[in-house]
């Protein structure tokens, strides 16, 4: 078993982890449509409309907003800094917790930390520790993601001399270099598969070396595990699938944009917006 490249600091590694688990600083997110939501089935919808009006209509928005959104649409942000946490609690609620978290590492030493809501295109996003700088976003992923991953990376990456023991980290490294050169936004991704090469150890340790740590982790949980992370370089990412017991079975560096997997499409903002209405009309009307 190939050991996986890792291109992303342990902090933003171990905040990602409390995301997927619920746990530590992050218990703000609350998982699926919980019994608490249902125990508020019985009361009076307009109940529900006066005593909390900011989530109210910030759920009203947000069903609009999903409803015309588009995957390649400018994102759609809405601020929870007026709400009470009564009225956090019940986003939380109502918007639960899906299978994909992540972080993203600002210049200032502070973490974003996203989380995917059960509806697909709608996630809920936290600067730092202060509840102000909260916000809910529609879209096919946080236009942080994207920000980070081109501001805050190279646009090229420097080859150094490959130590002793390496097999073919060098031509892997040029065909990088080469694929990040002309890449641009419209065009298909490049896919290297590394778990298909005959990839050493060194080769492996000197790739992480030189394509560094980017600012961006995506983690996605389901059967299995996919981690998505920008590596230091724009438009390299490296996505890693694990099955149930943490082993990497496919290991691969993508030249591109962000993964298409870890974007909603169009069809899931359709639905996501059909299940808001839904939720809008047996709990708030």
């Not at 017991?245 to 290991?251: A, G, K």
Request: charged share 20%; glycine share 8%; with cysteine.
């Amino acid at each position: 078993m190939k050991t996986a490249i890792r291109v992303v600091s342990d902090a933003a590694d171990r905040a990602a982890s409390d995301l997927a688990t619920g746990s530590g600083s992050l218990d703000v997110f609350h998982s699926g449509l919980t019994s608490a939501l249902a125990k508020r089935a019985w009361r009076d919808g307009d109940e529900l409309a006066r005593n909390y009006p900011n989530a109210t209509a910030l759920l009203s928005n947000a069903a609009a907003a999903v409803g015309s959104q588009r995957s390649g649409a400018r994102t759609q942000l809405y601020g929870l800094a007026n709400l009470s946490d009564p009225e956090r609690k019940l986003i939380g609620e109502v918007l639960g917790e899906g299978e994909v978290g992540g972080v993203v590492a600002l210049p200032d030493g502070s973490l974003a930390q996203i989380r995917e809501s059960v509806l697909a295109g709608i996630w809920r996003v936290r600067i730092g520790s202060d509840p102000a700088h909260e916000y809910l976003e529609v879209g096919a992923i946080p236009q942080i993601v994207r920000s980070a991953a081109t501001d805050l990376t190279s646009a090229d990456i420097v080859i150094g001399a490959a130590p002793d023991g390496a097999m073919n980290v060098q031509p892997v490294l040029a065909e990088i270099r080469e694929r990040a050169r002309v890449w641009r936004f419209g065009m298909r991704a490049h896919v290297i598969n590394l778990t298909l090469l005959p990839m050493s150890v060194i080769d492996l340790a000197f790739l992480q070396q030189s394509v560094g740590n980017g600012p961006v982790q995506l983690i996605f949980r389901g059967y299995g595990t996919c981690r998505v992370q920008a590596t230091g370089i724009r438009n390299v990412w490296s996505v890693q699938f694990f099955n149930s017991t943490d082993n990497i079975i496919l290991d691969t560096l993508e030249v591109g944009s962000v993964p298409i997997f870890a974007l909603a499409a169009d069809e899931d903002f359709q639905d996501s917006a059909e299940r808001m209405q839904e939720i809008i009309k047996v709990y708030f009307t």
